[in-house]
């Protein structure tokens, strides 16, 4: 689904500040929050975190400070069609966990010490397992296992008043904010653009 890779001076985040920069990621990104169980199961199997810290790090003032906010890199890679969409709110979820880092050691940071580049990568130059793949392809893969519940029918039931993402299952509050499509009749909801058009790709629908 998505690969973070954070990147520091050597030694400024501890292990336990690296577990706790984990821990905050995965709680602000990965929550249920209306997505059903399968669904999550899969994303966070398909997220990783990683760290990496440089032999030696210098800014246009020269070394960090070591007692203050270590300066820090983060990429965020994912399909392409998915940057624009998830770029706002993985910076606005990561900017939250770093700056709960901060407080934990009563750190100010300062300005341009934080950089968060989404970084978005073209239909088939996506590995996934190893295979040339499209941002279709990983979310087929995201979904699997929900499709399946869905199938067989043991997918949980849909709360009076909201709407199902048919791509991924999570609920959709009808709405004036709310993605949709008019199929067969009926009113489609999405939890995001790139299951809408994923949606209208496989049915053949033409997006206004």
């Known amino acids: 689904m998505m690969l973070v890779e954070i990147t520091s001076p050597a030694g400024a985040l501890t292990a336990d500040d690296r577990a706790l920069l984990a821990e905050?990621?995965?709680?602000?990104?990965?929550?249920?929050?209306?997505?059903?169980?399968?669904?999550?199961?899969?994303?966070?199997?398909?997220?990783?975190?990683a760290f990496r810290e440089t032999v030696d790090w210098y800014s246009g003032t020269g070394r960090p400070d070591p007692r203050a906010a270590p300066p820090?890199?983060?990429?965020?890679?994912?399909?392409?069609?998915?940057?624009?969409?998830?770029?706002?709110?993985?910076?606005?979820?990561?900017?939250?966990a770093v700056h709960q880092i901060d407080a934990s050691h009563g750190w100010e940071r300062g300005v341009g010490d934080l950089w968060i580049t989404a970084v978005g990568v073209p239909d088939g130059c996506i590995g996934l397992d190893g295979k040339p793949s499209t941002a279709d392809d990983v979310l087929r893969a995201l979904t699997e296992e929900y499709r399946?519940?869905?199938e067989a029918g043991t997918a949980a039931p849909v709360p009076e008043g909201?709407?199902?993402?048919?791509?991924?299952?999570?609920?959709?509050?009808?709405?004036?904010?709310?993605?949709?499509?008019?199929?067969?009749?009926?009113?489609?909801?999405?939890?995001?653009l790139g299951c809408r058009d994923s949606y209208a790709?496989?049915?053949?629908?033409?997006?206004?």
């Open 148 to 150: 399946a519940a869905r």
């Open 72 to 96: 820090l890199l983060v990429t965020v890679t994912v399909p392409d069609a998915w940057r624009e969409e998830v770029a706002r709110h993985l910076m606005a979820v990561i900017r939250t």
């Open 162 to 192: 909201m709407l199902v993402d048919p791509v991924c299952g999570m609920l959709v509050r009808p709405g004036a904010r709310a993605i949709t499509l008019d199929h067969d009749g009926e009113t489609v909801g999405f939890c995001a």
């Open 24 to 49: 905050r990621f995965r709680g602000l990104v990965l929550a249920p929050d209306h997505a059903p169980d399968e669904t999550m199961r899969r994303a966070r199997a398909m997220t990783h975190l």
């Open 201 to 208: 790709r496989e049915h053949d629908l033409v997006l206004a």
